[in-house]
């Protein structure tokens, strides 16, 4: 009996080894990571042009809803042309180098429950300006604002 659970238990384990625990899917243009563990939503980005207006807190997929609540490192890095961007109010983190690089990034108005900005977020956006940070705020990484001058 022993052997028999055993071999049942090496033939499933490659199988459990290999759940899926998020999904990367594209909603409205934009990349997404939606993690099953606690139905949260990244944007991961894609390259943007002009303005962009995210305003969609949940996003409904495969049965489930999933709060946005970070913006994924590197998301939406060396998008030169991007103008606005407008985030949902459910976002609490903006990851490292997200907005590194968007030198033409004039307006962005900051999520009123942002606890976390990564490293470098928004190096080298020159243009931006007016820029004003909750109190929900809790850590501001290494060279958020580097080379900004607006």
Request: aromatic share 14%; hydrophobic share 35%; charged share 15%.
């Amino acid at each position: 009996m022993k052997k028999i659970l055993f071999f049942i238990l090496v033939a499933l384990l490659p199988q459990l080894a290999n759940a899926q625990d998020y999904y990367f899917i594209e909603y409205d243009g934009i990349y997404y990571n939606l993690y099953l563990d606690g139905y949260t939503a990244e944007i991961v980005g894609d390259h943007i042009s002009g303005e962009l207006f995210l305003m969609d807190e949940t996003i409904y997929y495969n049965g489930d809803n999933f709060t946005v609540t970070s913006v994924g490192n590197n998301a939406f890095e060396d998008c030169t042309e991007l103008t606005y961007v407008q985030l949902p109010s459910t976002v609490t983190t903006i990851g490292d180098n997200a907005f590194k690089g968007c030198y033409n990034l004039s307006s962005f108005p900051i999520p009123s429950n942002l606890a976390y900005l990564g490293e470098s977020a928004f190096e080298g956006c020159s243009n931006a300006s007016g820029l004003t940070l909750p109190g929900t705020l809790k850590s501001i990484g290494s060279s958020a604002f580097a080379d900004c001058t607006g």
